[in-house]
């Protein structure tokens, strides 16, 4: 059942950002912040990881969860190191994923030529 | 030269001696293929920038017209050119090639027909014998500067249009049998307030127009003078807004064959990533400067009037929310019988 879950949260998602590019005209920049803050919100309130344990990978994977997991990361280090644990937690369960695209994107510059 | 509103009448005959095209792969696919000179087979241009691509297109596209006028690039007085890069790079670095005494214009996608007018009136006023005008646009740098990288792989809505890669060339002078440059109508700044980069062809529509509409005033001719009256890039969205903007004007353009460079450069059924149609500097200049003239030479069309239009915005002006100021440049081509 989850699969069927995560099949239409995770498409849901992917709906209200074409939307927001396709009838809104926002950039794909303007669209793809507005889901990490939204998603930063979420977690906020509490609500995105009852979400992400309803739809599984249909949460985690889209850019929402990237938000959620900020506010995640410094809300938990607020609870153990008090309000410096904001600024050193925000990029505490992000790492992984900043991380990699900064080794990634040196292994990738290593056989192609970076350009735009 | 005399003068009419804001159309240069030319008496002394200038005429296109000779014109050059190169393209790139996906032009070599559409169905204008055999009247370009050389088709590349790979969208880098064999270059290691898409920049560098831009320029090589036009150097080439110059060098080949230089040949097919009988001529050396030594004979060239002045080249006329301009193109869609910041400080238009790559006329300037292709000047640079070609030696010429140089005049930089920029007019966005209208620039082709705008280096062309001014070519002409330079032959015309008898400020010089050979002119050369041309133009280039490469689809990888103009969706860099002016949208996103190709390589970002950003959406883009069906009113997008697609940059041609490709250049046009043409030398201006008065000896010769090619196509009289009769007139030229110099377009005013028209902004209707749209904002949307992906929807040019709605941003340009009035700005055409608005140019033809005072290019039959000025001339007192009637649409049913030109065999066919082509614009520059409204492609599938801008073309429809023109026609409609003409008639309201009383403009009768069923007189004549209405089209767009657009619409013709690309094959609409099947190249269908193109969106809405060509548009760019090269799209106007490799239609007129390939397919045009040749039709023209082979007396297919006699009289045709080539509307290019431009989109004047930058990048910083789109980021700032300025709306899309536009132009259209009108040259009248005419064999003589």
Redo the contacts between chains.
Sequence with gaps: MQFLWAFIIGGLICVIGQIM??VF?LT?AHTMSTLVVAGAVADGFGLYDPLVKFAGAGASVPITSFGSSLVHGALSELQRDGWVGIVTGIFEVTSAGISAAIIFSFLAALIV?P?? | MRLKGQTWEFQAKPRILASATVVGPEEGQGPLASDFDYIYDNLEINEKTWEKAERKLLEQASQLAVVKAGLTKEKIQFFVGGDLMNQIISSTFAARTLGAPYLGVFGACSTSMESLALAALLVDSGAAELVLAGTTSHNCTAEKQFRYPTEYGSQKPPTAQYTVTGSGCGIVGKKGNGPVIARATIGRVMDLGIKDPFNMGAAMAPAAADTIEAHFRDTGLTPGHYDLVVTGDLASVGLPIAKELLQKAGVRMEQTKFGDCGLMVYDMQKQTYVRAGGSGCGCSAVVTYGHLLKKMTNKELKKVLVVATGALLSPLSYQQGESIPCIAHAVALEMED
């Design positions: 590019m396709d005209k794909p030529r350009r735009g």
